[in-house]
């Protein structure tokens, strides 16, 4: 299994990518041939990505696997250097298996303006991007797949996004929402992106002085980290800075949040489901394998900083759950407190937190990919999304109902499902945050974060209750509703199995994390 | 004279293609007259060879004429090669624009290839002279291309614009070179960067070097000296305004950088800061101006005062150091970013040529939805603008990146904030650019358009330009090494001996 070892992570990087170009190679009117290719390759991608975890070795998870290091542009000494270890593992599963259910998905659900094979074409082009971010081991070839996300949801929202108008206070007009959202995301993120790239370049300088070859090697970079070579200066502040704006708006965290609850709200079913699922873990991802490892002692002075942004996100989230009105936007502004916990997690610095985060993000992948699908069906057969007009959909389709009500458990972190772990954890970091962290400031944090799953449990019942429980509104008494269909199933099934597992054996995630993240914490603090 | 003809063979092979084109537009009667576009097109392939037989032949690597004032080196080489290429796109472009105004094709090509023979002098000019002749021989054409659809006043105001501040800056030039020699008694770049160093400070030799800059920022329309651009883009045809964004204003950069880099190194800090806030406000004013144009030649006029900012922004670097590493890498940013500037805003030209043609109009919001009725034009579109945006994987991405490289390398306080500008703008010009995906992308085609008609926009040679800049910009964007590769061998040929 040679070939495999080397050449499996490019496989997983570009098959979806040539793919997107292969559909170009049908015809435009064989919508069944382009469905079936975007499938085979996705699945085969998958398929891949399964293949490695089986073959991983466990036993050294914080060791890079699956490594492959060429010549890139020597020019700038940029390298294609790619692998996988613990920390980026379940994520690149998660990309790869969310990103075939969303084909499957898509099968027959086809927002305006159809266009089945741009759509598909963008679908794999975006999961050529999210792969190829959580196993690039080279900041230039990091910021090339992070970047390779914006075009295609930039589309993705723009292009099959929700058409409908809204006012927008701060600008003082009304706009259309698809196009709205979609320039926001993109302005917002390439925002950050740009002073993230400046401090990767700071970064590539300054370790000319430690190495003799300046490198945006990320592995190398760490090893400089873990000595404390980048110190705790002006310059290490400034860098840590710069990667923070273009990590956080990408989380997002409070108070960059703003472009998600638009882009989720407007974009279609299946571009929900990446964004949240998958895109919004580019960003955390980060932060554990770049801002922390490199630039430790820097990170220590953020914690309190990035904490208290986190516990604002879950709480702000929260409570703007209980504002909305829309159950695609509230979905979205869960997001942000989940996202909180899981930054909250980073942010104790601790390997208990960092295992928080990553299973934080695996569920919130998990649960918020199915509610956004949940989401998109009853959209498309209520053709409303207002809580308002919604009620007894419990009654009017028993399946559908029971596995939203299902998803919504999972989503308030209902013990045996997957999404406890994250809440849990982070919380059970937080109490014994990293040595010289202020330990009262951080079991403050847990206590507001506590109060936080109160709230969250608050929204997702009131909102189980609006849309699930009662009587159906007099306005659907003629309709006819057809529950959940194969496609469906056969997209949800597997999100409601891993959430099931994983919250019964959270080892699953786990057992690949929890050696590489206690040694991030051991390399980086030292304890 | 000891001439190398070997070397000179892409001039001569020009230089007899304008005449073959003279020749052809005497003898032909008017039908037949789309020979001499032909005779171009082919004229212009033809003097690539010679350019590969001297970059690959067993000949010296740098060949000099004239007492060293006309030099063929690996720097003239692709210079000479991106002027030829860019040419050769532009023609391809002019092809059928041209030929449906059915007036004066042969002088068009005639002028054309001038004007290109101009920027092939240039690249291998190495004194004040050549230069300045080269420069002349780039311009002179384009005033009267400027002005080639004579009904139109638009097209009037436009050549006439460009003429009267055209001169006016080869007149601030020509004095600030005179300048030059006076003081240092040499037109040749070596004899200026030898001399120059004892006359740091004379009051004269400062102002002499800020007309030159002023004569070149004309040229490259560099902030506040871009006035004349956007109107004559404007309203010159369109494959003279994508010859003007790119052919000319390449030449300019040449100019920019033989002067800085091989004339002027011994005086840095007075070309670095005077540079650095062409190159602040060029980037800054191009684009918040850009974001309130509703014509797409408007908004690629305003854009390209704004690349040309972004391309200025390397001297800036080079200025404050002392390391030869620096300056070179310096200068091969600018390098790597006219060429791949060149390809891009070739293509958005290409693009709006033939988004002109099936929607008849560069209105922005004229082509709304035109993914509907055009789909190929509409890819190409998208690509072409988010290229120009930086946007990874297509090319311009690499061109940025490389432009930030350079300019944070000497972690000077006053270079980095000049990245955080730059940086601040590479977004805002998102903005203005993702409007023209959105349009053709997003919007719906407007109510009452008729846009049945049949003409397929993209045909014959303006199909073939849009494919090869299309190709470059992919492929440059997903593997720029070879191609970064030579071009910092080429920054060593611009730099040596600083």
């Avoid at chain 2, 030159?212 to 490259?220: M, N, Q, R, S």
């Avoid at chain 2, 920019?256 to 004013?285: F, R």
């Amino acid at each position: 299994m040679d070939w495999f070892e080397s050449a499996g992570l490019s496989l997983i990087v570009f098959l979806p990518a040539a793919g997107a170009l292969a559909l170009f190679a049908l015809p435009k009117a064989r919508e069944d041939a382009q469905k079936w290719l975007a499938l085979l390759t996705t699945g085969l991608t998958a398929a891949l990505a399964v293949a490695v975890a089986a073959n991983f070795n466990y036993g050294g998870s914080e060791k890079f696997q699956f490594e492959v290091s060429t010549s890139w542009i020597p020019a700038i000494g940029a390298r294609y250097h790619i692998g996988v270890d613990g920390i980026s593992l379940p994520l690149l599963v998660l990309s790869a298996v969310v990103t075939v259910l969303a084909v499957i998905y898509s099968w027959d659900h086809w927002d305006e303006p159809r266009n089945v094979r741009g759509f598909l074409a963008l679908m794999l082009l975006l999961a050529t991007g999210m792969n190829g971010t959580f196993v690039a081991l080279d900041l230039v070839l990091f910021f090339i797949f992070f970047e390779l996300v914006l075009l295609p949801m930039y589309f993705m929202i723009g292009i099959w996004g929700d058409s409908a108008k809204r006012r927008i206070p701060v600008l003082g007009r009304t706009v259309t929402m698809r196009l709205y959202a979609a320039i926001k995301f993109f302005i917002f993120t390439l925002f950050g992106s740009a002073f993230m790239l400046l401090g990767f370049l700071a970064l590539y300088f300054r370790s000319g002085d430690f190495l003799g070859e300046n490198t945006f090697d990320i592995p190398a970079l760490i090893a400089l980290g873990s000595q404390n070579a980048f110190g705790s200066g002006t310059f290490a502040f400034l860098v840590f800075g710069a990667m923070f704006l273009g990590f956080a708006v990408k989380v997002p965290m409070w108070p960059f949040h703003t472009w998600l609850p638009d882009a989720h709200t407007a974009a279609p079913t299946v571009g929900s489901v990446l964004l949240a699922a998958i895109l919004l873990k580019l960003g955390s991802y980060a932060f554990l394998r770049i801002s922390i490892p490199i630039l430790p002692d820097m990170a220590r002075e953020w914690a309190p900083f990035i904490g208290l942004l986190a516990v604002i996100g879950i709480i702000y989230g929260s409570l703007a759950c209980l504002a909305q009105t829309d159950v695609k936007r509230l979905i979205a502004f869960s997001s942000v407190g989940h996202m909180g916990f899981v930054m909250l997690g980073i942010a104790t610095m601790t390997d208990v937190g960092f295992n928080a985060s990553l299973i934080g993000m695996v569920a919130h992948g998990l649960i918020t990919g199915l509610l956004f699908f949940l989401a998109g069906s009853m959209h498309h057969r209520y053709h409303t999304r207002e809580i308002a007009r919604l009620g007894g959909n419990q009654k009017l389709m028993p399946w559908m109902g029971g596995i939203f009500a299902f998803t919504a458990m999972a989503s308030l972190g209902l013990p045996g499902l997957a999404g406890f772990w994250g809440e849990f954890m982070s919380l059970l970091g937080a109490y014994r945050p990293l040595a010289g962290l202020s330990l009262s400031q951080f079991q403050t944090y847990m206590v507001i974060g506590a109060i936080g799953t109160v709230l969250t449990a608050g929204y997702m019942l009131w909102m189980l209750q609006r849309v699930n429980l009662g009587e159906p509104k007099a306005e659907w008494s003629d309709h006819e509703f057809h529950d959940v269909e194969p496609t469906e199933w056969l997209a949800w099934a597997p999100l409601i199995v891993a959430i099931v597992a994983i919250g019964v054996y959270p080892r699953i995630v786990l057992g690949a994390t929890t050696d590489a993240v206690v040694n991030l914490a051991r390399t980086a603090f030292g304890g | 004279m000891d001439l190398d003809y070997h070397a000179l063979a892409p001039e001569l092979v020009v230089a007899a293609t304008i005449l073959v084109v003279l020749g052809l537009d005497v003898a032909l009667p008017r039908p037949r007259k789309y020979w001499t576009a032909f005779a171009g097109v082919l004229g212009l392939a033809l003097a690539a060879v010679p350019l590969l037989t001297l970059a690959f032949g067993d000949g010296p690597e740098t060949r000099s004429m004239l007492g060293g004032a006309y030099v063929v080196d690996g720097f003239a080489l692709v210079l000479k090669a991106v002027f030829i290429v860019g040419g050769y796109l532009v023609l391809l472009m002019s092809v059928s624009y041209i030929e449906s105004d059915r007036y004066y094709q042969g002088e068009y090509y005639l002028l054309m290839l001038t004007s290109i023979l101009g920027s092939l002098v240039m690249a291998s000019s190495r004194d004040l002279i050549t230069l300045f002749v080269g420069l002349e021989l780039v311009t002179g054409p384009l005033f009267l291309l400027a002005g080639w659809r004579k009904g139109d006043a638009k097209s009037n105001e436009a050549s006439l614009k460009f003429f009267i501040l055209g001169v006016l800056s080869t007149a601030i030039l020509l004095y600030g070179m005179s300048f030059l020699y006076g003081l240092t008694g040499s037109v040749t770049f070596e004899g200026i960067r030898e001399a120059g160093a004892d006359l740091l400070d004379s009051g004269a030799f400062r102002l002499a070097v800020l007309f030159t800059l002023v004569g070149f920022g004309f040229k490259v329309t560099a902030v506040p000296f871009h006035f004349w651009a956007p109107d004559t883009y404007e309203g010159a045809p369109t494959p003279v305004t994508a010859y003007l964004s790119v052919g000319s204003k390449a030449a300019g950069f040449v100019g920019l950088l033989l002067l800085c880099y091989k004339a002027l190194p011994s005086v840095t800090e007075i070309w670095g800061p005077a540079l650095w806030v062409l190159a602040a406000l060029s980037m800054t004013l191009g684009n918040l101006t850009a974001l309130r144009q509703d014509n797409v030649v408007r908004m690629l006029a305003y854009s390209s005062i704004a690349q040309g900012g972004f391309i200025l922004v390397p001297f800036a670097a080079a200025a404050v150091s002392n390391d030869p590493a620096v300056i070179q890498e310096a200068a091969s940013a600018t390098i790597v970013y006219v060429i791949i500037y060149a390809f891009m805003n070739l293509g958005a030209f290409g693009v709006v040529i033939a988004g002109a043609r099936r929607t008849g109009s560069t209105m922005i919001d004229d082509w709304a939805g035109m993914w509907r009725y055009a789909p190929r034009l509409a890819v190409l579109g998208a690509m072409f603008f988010f290229s120009l945006a930086g946007i990874p994987p297509l090319a311009g991405w690499y061109a940025k990146f490389a432009m930030f490289l350079s300019i944070l390398r000497p972690g000077n306080a006053w270079t980095t904030a000049l990245a955080v500008i730059a940086a601040v703008n590479a977004v805002i010009a998102l903005v203005y650019y993702a409007r023209i995906g959105k349009t053709m992308w997003m919007d719906h085609v407007p109510e009452g358009a008729d846009r049945t008609s049949a003409t397929n926009p993209l045909s014959g040679s303006l199909a073939l330009a849009l494919g090869i800049s299309a190709l470059f910009v992919v492929v440059a964007g997903i593997l720029p090494f070879e191609f970064a590769g030579v071009f910092a061998d080429l920054a060593k040929v611009v730099t040596t001996g600083i």
